[in-house]
T-cell receptor, first 114, second 116 residues
Framework: DAGVIQSPRHEVTEMGQEVTLRCKPISGHDYLFWYRQTMMRGLELLIYFNNNVPIDDSGMPEDRFSAKMPNASFSTLKIQPSEPRDSAVYFC????????????FGQGTRLTVV | QQQVKQSPQSLIVQKGGISIINCAYENTAFDYFPWYQQFPGKGPALLIAIRPDVSEKKEGRFTISFNKSAKQFSLHIMDSQPGDSATYFCAASWPGAGGGADGLTFGKGTHLIIQP
C-alpha cells in the first residue's frame, strides 16, 4: 500500500479564495482524521470520521471549514473563504479500528494564504 | 485547555548520549500513549507506544517510562545518533466507543538535535 496520500503537497492561494485539500486513506482503514499543524498551536485535531461518518468536528475552528468523506477512499477538507491565519500544514491520518491502534499520517499539505 | 504538556521545547544532545523528553497529561481517561517522530517535510510516524497497565516499554534504543500516579510519561533515546535528529511528539487518546475521542491529543513537540 502506498500509505495515506494527500494532495496537493503545497498550495498557495489568495485570501478569500476557496481551498480544497484531498486525502486518500489506506485501504481498509475505517478511521480518518484531519489535523492542522502550526508553530504556535502544534498538532490539532480538526475532525474525524468513522466508516465515512463524521464523529467529532469540535476541533473545526470556524464555519469556513468543512470536511466530507463521500466514500471509504476519499476525503476532502475545504476552507471557504480562506484567510492568512489558515496558513498551516494540514495532515490526514487513518487507522484501522478503535482504541490503541496506530494512526498513519500522510505527508501533509502546506497551505499558504496570502 | 492543553491536556498534554511536553518539555523541553528543544534539546541538544551529544552523539552517544541519552535524550530524555517528558510529558504530563490531565485526562485520567487516556489509556494509550504513543510517541511520534517527525522529520522535516514529512508527516509524523509512530515510534513507540505504551498502555498504562505497564510502567516501561523498550524497543531497541527507545524506551517509554510511564508513571500512572503522577500522570507522566517520558521517552528515553539511548546512544543518541545524528539520524535521531527530528521533532518528537507525545500524544494520548482514549477509545471513543462511538463517543468521539479516538483522535490523538498531541503535546507541542520537542525539537531534538544530536550533535556529532
Amino acid at each position: 500500500d502506498a500509505g495515506v496520500i494527500q494532495s496537493p503537497r503545497h498550495e498557495v492561494t489568495e485570501m478569500g479564495q476557496e481551498v480544497t485539500l484531498r486525502c486518500k486513506p489506506i485501504s481498509g482503514h475505517d478511521y480518518l482524521f484531519w489535523y492542522r499543524q502550526t508553530m504556535m498551536r502544534g498538532l490539532e485535531l480538526l475532525i474525524y470520521f468513522n466508516n465515512n461518518v463524521p464523529i467529532d468536528d469540535s476541533g473545526m475552528p470556524e464555519d469556513r471549514f468543512s470536511a466530507k468523506m463521500p466514500n471509504a477512499s476519499f476525503s476532502t477538507l475545504k476552507i471557504q473563504p480562506s484567510e492568512p491565519r489558515d496558513s498551516a500544514v494540514y495532515f490526514c491520518a487513518t487507522k484501522m479500528g478503535t482504541g490503541n491502534t496506530e494512526a498513519f499520517f500522510g505527508q501533509g499539505t502546506r497551505l499558504t494564504v496570502v | 485547555q492543553q491536556q498534554v504538556k511536553q518539555s523541553p521545547q528543544s534539546l541538544i544532545v551529544q552523539k552517544g548520549g541519552i535524550s530524555i523528553i517528558n510529558c504530563a497529561y490531565e485526562n485520567t481517561a487516556f489509556d494509550y500513549f504513543p510517541w511520534y517522530q517527525q522529520f522535516p517535510g514529512k508527516g509524523p510516524a509512530l515510534l513507540i507506544a505504551i498502555r498504562p497497565d505497564v510502567s516501561e516499554k523498550k524497543e531497541g534504543r527507545f524506551t517509554i517510562s510511564f508513571n500512572k500516579s503522577a500522570k507522566q510519561f517520558s521517552l528515553h533515546i539511548m546512544d543518541s545518533q545524528p539520524g535521531d535528529s527530528a521533532t518528537y511528539f507525545c500524544a494520548a487518546s482514549w477509545p471513543g466507543a462511538g463517543g468521539g475521542a479516538d483522535g490523538l491529543t498531541f503535546g507541542k513537540g520537542t525539537h531534538l538535535i544530536i550533535q556529532p
